[in-house]
């Protein structure tokens, strides 16, 4: 069981602060990408590569607070759902992507480098591992859960208007169209004898006239709008569907439906794309790892990538937390007025500091879990792990779980807390 960081909700991105940018030079420079170079800094004629911020929210109706609150409560938590955003960064640079993800993402502590000309997903690990997977092992990088097999059927595109002039937003790009993408999808974890799970999904998409000719970002991005669609067939599905649209995307919308696994309510994403111009990254750290003879032992390649290297991560200060319910009688803190089905009757355990648990979440699944109380990020919990929260008052919230990619989801539960809650390992996502 972990502990809870007391750290506050930082969506601002890896690169933002003198911590993160620290991070993400020691990530660049540490040898995500091993080409035997020089260690000094970039060449003149390096080539600037194209930065692109994703800012990925999860929608919030039917999974925000249902407690009536008082006007300073209501902001604060007002404030913290704002602050739920996943950011992820891109560098493109001819036909290799390198993506960045923050720590409140399950795998934060990875850097991937995606490899459209072989077909590649190179990913560095704290480990300090360098891991060759295929680019169709996406989902199962950032859903850190086993290796899954995916098969993809012809998606239906359809203009949803048609294109139209637009102004320039502010440090972003224009947008000129808009698509609807319908989609079903078969997913079944390798390590379980069991029938393929069947997936739909529906995207609304915009997209900008501002593609890079014969650059890896827009095939990369509709990548990432669609893990679930990256198997082998998906692959060549997705970048079909870049050609078609004729432009990068800018947003989009998806919902994702597991019909094989009824659940509580599906996942709705919305995503932004913001381009941010060109970054000076040395050509070098978008070339292929290699194994030199004089440094071959040096350097260690699986095609199995690790498990976490914490049972999860509490990314919302718990002095934050306190201020989303009034103080209550001490008699009334002991109180567990209902749990989850599956759930503990009490909450055992601490979090950092040797605070008492709010939430003690029992992850079961082997998917890491996104953990939401009243909309709010609360953090996550790697894939048969359990981990405890700190910080939540006494009361009721209203507590929803879901993988990064949308695959599974859990909830929403309305729960008494201090209490626990169990994540099934049969439980997912549905309409």
């Known amino acids: 069981m972990g502990s809870g960081d007391s750290s506050a909700l930082d969506t601002r991105g890896p690169l933002a602060g003198p911590g993160g940018r620290r991070w993400l030079l020691r990530v660049l420079l540490g040898g995500l990408v091993l080409c035997g170079g020089r260690a000094r800094g970039a060449e003149p004629s390096d080539p600037p590569a194209e930065h692109f911020l994703l800012r990925q929210r999860l929608d919030l109706p039917a999974i925000d607070g249902f407690a009536r609150l008082a006007p300073a409560q209501g902001a604060v938590l007002e404030r913290l759902q704002q602050a739920s955003v996943l950011e992820l960064h891109v560098y493109a640079l001819g036909d290799r992507a390198l993506m960045v993800l923050p ?166 994403w919305r995503t932004e794309v913001v381009d941010l111009g060109a970054a000076p990254l040395p050509e070098r750290r978008f070339g292929l790892a290699r194994v030199s003879r004089r440094h071959g032992a040096a350097l260690r390649v699986s095609h199995q990538l690790p498990a976490p290297t914490v049972a999860g991560l509490q990314v919302v200060a718990p002095a934050q937390l306190a201020a989303l319910r009034a103080p209550s009688a001490p008699a009334a803190t002991g109180a567990l007025a209902g749990a989850s089905a599956g759930g503990a009757k009490t909450a055992t355990g601490t979090a950092a500091e040797g605070r008492p648990a709010a939430l003690l979440l029992h992850n079961q699944s082997a998917t890491a879990a996104l953990i939401y109380v009243d909309g709010v990020l609360l953090g996550w919990v790697a894939a048969g792990q359990s981990f405890a929260f700190a910080g939540l008052r006494p009361g009721f919230y209203r507590v929803f779980a879901t993988t990064p990619t949308g695959v599974r989801s859990w909830g929403p539960e309305d729960l008494y807390l201090p209490g626990a809650w169990t994540l099934a390992a049969t439980a997912s996502s549905s309409g």
Not at 113 to 134: F, I, K, M, N
Not at 160 to 168: D, G, N, Y
Not at 174 to 186: E, K, P, Q, Y
């Open 103 to 268: 720590r409140a993402h399950p795998a934060g502590e990875l850097a991937l480098l995606w490899h459209s000309d072989h077909d590649r997903l190179t990913v560095r690990a704290p480990d300090g591992w360098t891991h060759q997977l295929e680019r169709e092992q996406l989902a199962d990088v950032l859903d850190r859960a086993a290796p899954a097999e995916r098969t993809l059927e012809p998606p239906v595109l359809e203009p949803m208007v048609a294109a139209q002039a637009a102004t320039p937003a502010v440090r972003g790009p224009l947008r000129r169209g808009a698509w609807r993408l319908r989609a079903r999808a078969s997913y079944r974890p390798l390590d379980l004898q069991a029938s393929p799970w069947a997936i739909r999904l529906k995207l609304d998409l915009q997209t900008s006239p501002l593609g890079l000719e014969g650059g890896p970002t827009a095939p990369l991005l509709f990548a990432l709008a669609l893990p679930l669609c990256t198997g082998r067939d998906g692959l060549l599905a997705l970048e079909a569907l870049a050609e078609q649209v004729a432009g990068t995307p800018v947003s989009w919308r998806l919902t994702v439906v597991n019909e094989s696994l009824p659940g509580g309510r599906a996942p709705v």
